[in-house]
T-cell receptor, first 109, second 113 residues
């Protein structure tokens, strides 16, 4: 089967670091995406991992372990505007996106 | 300039009606998609077209019929609307039919009464 799991909600404080985990089981796995979605808006691309390891992009980093079926998104120096849902998405051999249910992150002052 | 646009943004209608949602992208992408996001925010793919050809058709009731007149447009027609169709429908596009970043439209909020 194909499944993406991530925590439903997380809370963190402004200026802190937060790690959002994602585990996946997809047949013919190609790569893993992270998208950010603010309330009432469309998802926007954050990162893409196809190889094992850490990809850093400013305050955001994403990690992938293909052997463990595991990824995480790391957000540093949290800002209030980072309050949003973070969607993990795996892609299968037929190029079908399988999205997780999203992790709703609340950043508190 | 809007990259992926959808109309209408809001759609409120009665059960049993037929409605259409339009999507256009000006990114020159070959592949377009329709997603449904339910009240629990779960985003699920419905259809995917590559160069006007249907490549992904998930388990969607046949009341939903996509149409792609050209590769910049992918419209979604829904017949005999039901209460359970209430959701946000997102159109998206990507450069090619492979591992690519998707660009999402603003969404159409459909409410069936």
């Amino acid at each position: 089967g194909q499944n993406i799991d991530q925590p439903t909600e997380m809370t963190a404080t402004e200026g802190a670091i937060v790690q959002i985990n994602c585990t996946y089981q997809t047949s013919g796995f190609n790569g893993l995406f992270w998208y950010q979605q603010h309330a009432g808006e469309a998802p926007t691309f954050l990162s893409y991992n196809v190889l094992d390891g850490l990809e850093e992009k400013g305050r955001f980093s994403s990690f992938l372990s293909r052997s463990k079926g595991y990824s995480y998104l790391l957000l540093k120096e949290l800002q209030m505007k980072d309050s949003a849902s973070y969607l993990c998405a795996g892609t299968s051999g037929t190029y079908k996106y399988i999205f997780g249910t999203g992790t709703r992150l609340k950043v508190l002052a | 300039d809007t990259a992926v646009s959808q109309t209408p943004k809001y759609l409120v209608t009665q059960m049993g009606n037929d409605k259409s949602i339009k999507c256009e992208q000006n990114l020159g992408h070959d592949t377009m998609y329709w997603y449904k996001q339910d009240s629990k925010k779960f985003l699920k793919i419905m259809f995917s077209y590559n160069n006007k050809e249907l490549i992904i058709n998930e388990t969607v009731p046949n009341r939903f019929s996509p149409k792609s007149p050209d590769k910049a447009h992918l419209n979604l027609h829904i017949n005999s609307l039901e209460l359970g169709d209430s959701a946000v429908y997102f159109c998206a596009s990507s450069f090619r039919y492979r591992e690519e970043t998707q660009y999402f439209g603003p969404g159409t909020r459909l409410l069936v009464l």
